[in-house]
C-alpha cells in the first residue's frame, strides 16, 4: 500500500510530487526478462517511427514533458523536465496532457525512473559503512548537474529506512553543481518538505545550497570542495544522467582528480555511464540526446585515470550505474 506522497511548490506554484524512491507509489521493481523484453519492443517500435507530423508537434510543444524534450534535441534535457519524466505517469498532477502521460509511461522514462533507484541505492550503500563508524562526522551530499538533486535525497530516506540510527544528531549537507537555477530552487522546496515532522526526514535538518558550475571550468568544482569542507566530511558525490554521459573524456578524467583531490579517502562517487546498444542507438535515432556512449571497459580506464576504480555497477537498457571508490 502507497503511503502518503510528499508534496512541494513548484515554480508555477503548485503542488508537485516529492519522488520517494522507498514509496510504492514510485517504486519499480521490472525482472530482468521484463526488462529485456520491453527494450526489444522500443527497438522494434523505434524503427517503425515516421516523420512526426506537425499537429504531434503542437500537441508536444503545449505539453509540459514534450516541451522539455523538443527543447532537448541535439543538447541535454533540463534538470526539472529529468525530473518529471521520474514522477510516472500517476503522479504527475493535474496539469498533465495525454500526451504527458503517454511519454511517462514510454520505456526510456521508465528506466529514467530506475536510473534513479539505482543511484540512490548504490549511494546510500556506499555511504552506510564509513556512517556506521564515524557517527559524528558531517555528512555533505554533492550532486554533479544534479538538478533537483533527487538522488540525494533519496539516498537519505533509503538510509533513514534501513539504518535510522546513522543520521540523526549528524550535520547533513546537500550541494548541487548545475548552470540551471531552476533545479536545485525546487530542490530546496522538496527537502523542505521531506524534512516536515511527519514527513520521510523529518527531524532533520538538512542544508541546501546550490552553485553554478559548468564542467569544463574544474576551478569552480575546487571552490565548491573548499566551501563544503568535504575534505573533513563524509563525501558521496553523484552525477546522474550528468557528466558521465555527456562529459568529453578529458572533462570527465579533470573532474575526477579534483574530486579525488578535494575529498577524504572514504568519499564515494555514483554515476550513470550511457552504454552502447541496441537502445541507445534507438533513442538517438529519435531524441537525438548528444550522450557519449562508452563501453565499461572504456569507463573504467577514464575512472582510473581520475584516480578512482569502480566497487559495484548496475547494467541497464540504457546506462550502466556505477559506484566508484578512490583507488
Not at 503542437?58 to 521520474?86: F, P, V, W
Not at 536510473?115 to 559524528?136: H, I
Not at 540523526?168 to 524534512?195: S, T
Not at 546550490?210 to 571552490?223: G, Q, T
Amino acid at each position: 500500500m502507497a503511503r502518503d506522497i510528499v508534496y512541494a511548490k513548484s515554480e508555477e506554484g503548485g503542488d508537485l510530487a516529492v519522488i520517494d524512491v522507498t514509496n510504492p507509489a514510485f517504486t519499480l521493481a521490472p525482472s530482468e526478462a521484463e526488462l529485456g523484453s520491453m527494450a526489444e519492443q522500443y527497438i522494434r517500435e523505434a524503427g517503425r517511427r515516421e516523420e512526426m507530423p506537425e499537429a504531434l508537434r503542437e500537441a508536444l510543444r503545449n505539453s509540459m514533458l514534450g516541451r522539455g524534450l523538443m527543447s532537448a534535441t541535439e543538447t541535454y534535457l533540463d534538470g526539472m523536465s529529468t525530473y518529471l519524466l521520474k514522477l510516472g505517469p500517476e503522479n504527475l498532477g493535474k496539469g498533465a496532457t495525454p500526451i504527458d502521460q503517454r511519454i511517462a509511461a514510454s520505456f526510456p522514462a521508465f528506466t529514467t525512473r530506475l536510473r534513479l533507484q539505482d543511484m540512490s541505492r548504490l549511494l546510500a550503500e556506499g555511504l552506510a559503512g564509513t556512517m556506521a563508524v564515524e557517527r559524528r562526522r558531517p555528512l555533505c551530499l554533492l550532486s554533479i548537474a544534479g538538478g533537483p538533486a533527487s538522488d540525494s535525497w533519496n539516498a537519505l530516506i533509503q538510509l533513514r529506512v534501513e539504518h535510522r540510527g546513522l543520521l540523526g544528531g549528524r550535520k547533513i549537507a546537500i550541494a548541487v553543481l548545475d548552470r540551471d537555477e531552476k533545479g536545485p530552487a525546487f530542490g530546496v522546496r522538496a527537502v523542505e518538505a521531506l524534512c516536515a515532522p511527519a514527513a520521510p526526514l523529518g527531524g532533520l535538518r538538512i542544508g541546501f545550497t546550490h552553485f553554478y558550475y559548468d564542467w569544463s571550468d574544474v576551478s569552480r568544482l575546487r571552490e565548491a570542495l573548499e566551501t563544503t569542507q568535504s575534505g573533513e566530511a563524509i563525501c558521496g558525490i553523484s552525477s546522474e544522467g550528468g557528466l558521465f554521459e555527456y562529459g568529453s573524456d578529458d572533462e570527465i578524467v579533470s573532474n575526477l582528480r579534483a574530486l579525488h583531490g578535494g575529498t577524504a579517502g572514504d568519499a564515494v562517487v555514483i554515476g550513470s555511464v550511457t552504454r552502447y546498444g541496441g537502445p541507445v542507438r534507438a533513442s538517438v535515432a529519435t531524441n537525438r540526446f548528444l550522450t557519449r556512449p562508452r563501453t565499461m571497459e572504456g569507463f573504467r580506464r577514464l575512472a582510473e585515470a581520475g584516480g578512482w576504480k569502480t566497487q559495484a555497477a548496475v547494467e541497464r537498457p540504457f546506462s550502466f550505474n556505477l559506484r566508484l571508490v578512490k583507488v
